[in-house]
């Protein structure tokens, strides 16, 4: 028992000393997780979009017209930047990307109103970003509900104070949202990617490790050989150097980023870390199992790479899991970072306890077991060839050399 804790200690030494000689993989497993989240917290600092600079074509020249652009330029979603005169100026404008709305106010505008007619007000968006129709749209869509309760009143007949008080508000509400209380794109968004984070830098690093040890220990295959002869104790000896780096990524994402980017912080720190242990081990054992498709250090990066927006989209967090093809939601359960996504985002953004979360916890104690599985066999399989190729070896035959592990 001790000679194999020491074998474990060894390959796990061995491994520690690969990680922190070879500045690709410590670039990937350190400072990508690192710089990461502040990059991308970076970027969605701002939370929602505000002011989008919008042109507003009034054709009806009237001051109740007026008075709606006014309204419009005052909400925080949109900023009037341009009183066109018509709309062919405002596409112009579109085109050259000075504004990202169009409002028109047709000429029928005041006449309508003073008619009791219902009047239309046309809204143009440029869609490249849902951003801009989300602050535009609801920014309209408000200085509308705010004219309609004036219009009640000034246009319609008046009453008392207080009747005139329940005419532009019949029905008192207050919204209040839940959990991402901005609103904002940076607590919808920063959640599911942290943990994304870390399973993508996991299979890189893990990935670029393996393909190093392809392609430096080729010739020193037997003596290799003498230590990496179990495939148990050989995959948790590779996996204890990288679950401890990550364990303090994990923590370092979890407590500094939420608090230095301000993202919704409702989660209990041991139930955190109670979810946090499967999801590591689950990356580590399936970026082993991917390992073994990699022959050179730089396919990880085209495979990994590649994957990891598909990988966001299918886990159900950024679209619905309800409305995904049967297909890529069957696929997703092969992903930790699918429940990992769905258990940090509930902790961290709703404050859910360990009963909440416990699906998640299972599932990725499955994947655990199976990825472990599937890494033992192919192993297994591995060492086979290699102490076949090195009865080859000592008999002087070098051609086709290449170490598989």
């Known amino acids: 028992m001790i000679q194999k804790f020491l074998r474990i200690i060894s390959i796990a030494g061995h491994e520690l000393y690969e990680i922190m000689h070879d500045h690709g993989v410590l670039t990937f497993i350190l400072f990508l997780p690192l710089a990461y989240p502040l990059v991308y917290g970076a970027i969605y600092h701002t939370e929602v979009m505000t002011d989008v600079p919008t042109a507003v074509v009034d054709d009806s020249k009237s001051s109740i017209a007026r008075d709606f652009a ?26 050259q990307m000075k504004v990202y709305a169009i409002v028109h106010i047709p000429e029928s ?162 139930t955190y870390l109670v979810v946090i242990v499967p999801y590591l081990l689950a990356c580590i054992f399936m970026g082993v199992v991917l390992s073994c498709l990699v ?30 093809p049967a297909f890529w939601r069957y696929v997703s359960y092969c992903l930790p970072s699918t429940f990992g996504m769905h258990a940090y985002v509930r902790i961290q953004s709703m404050g859910a306890g360990f009963a909440d979360v416990y699906p998640e916890f299972r599932a990725l104690w499955i994947q655990t077991a199976v990825y472990f599985f599937i890494a033992y066999l192919l192993y297994r399989w591995r060492l086979s060839l290699i102490k076949k190729k090195l009865i080859t070896l000592f008999e002087g035959d070098y051609e086709n050399e290449r170490l598989l592990i």
Not at 70 to 95: F, K, P, W
Not at 295 to 306: A, G, L, N, T
């Open 295 to 324: 022959y050179r250090r730089e396919d990880c990066i085209m495979i990994f790479v590649s994957l990891s927006v598909p990988m966001l989209f299918v886990s159900g967090v950024i679209w619905p899991a309800s409305h995904e």
């Open 70 to 95: 006014h309204r419009l330029d005052a909400t925080q979603g949109a900023r009037v930047v341009q009183l066109c005169t018509d709309m062919n100026q405002a596409e112009e404008l579109m085109r």
């Open 109 to 270: 505008f005041e006449r309508d109103i003073k008619r009791e007619r219902q009047t239309r007000i046309g809204l143009y968006i440029n869609m490249a970003s849902s951003l801009y129709y989300k602050g535009v749209a609801l920014a309209t869509n408000m200085t509308v509900l705010d004219m309609n309760k004036d219009i009640s009143i000034n246009y319609l007949g008046a009453g008392t104070k207080q009747q005139n008080k329940v005419a532009r508000q019949p029905i008192s509400y207050y919204y209040t949202p839940l959990y991402n209380t901005q609103s904002g794109f940076a607590a919808f968004i920063m959640p599911p990617v942290l943990m994304l984070i870390l399973q993508q830098t996991l299979l890189l690093g893990i990935g670029m490790s393996m393909g190093r040890a392809r392609e430096t220990y080729r010739r020193k295959m037997h003596t290799l050989y003498q230590l990496y002869q179990r495939p148990v104790e050989i995959i948790i000896g590779k996996s204890i150097p990288y679950f401890a780096l990550y364990l303090i990524m994990a923590v370092y994402m979890f407590t500094f980023i939420t608090w230095f980017f301000g993202l919704p912080s409702l989660g209990n720190y041991l």
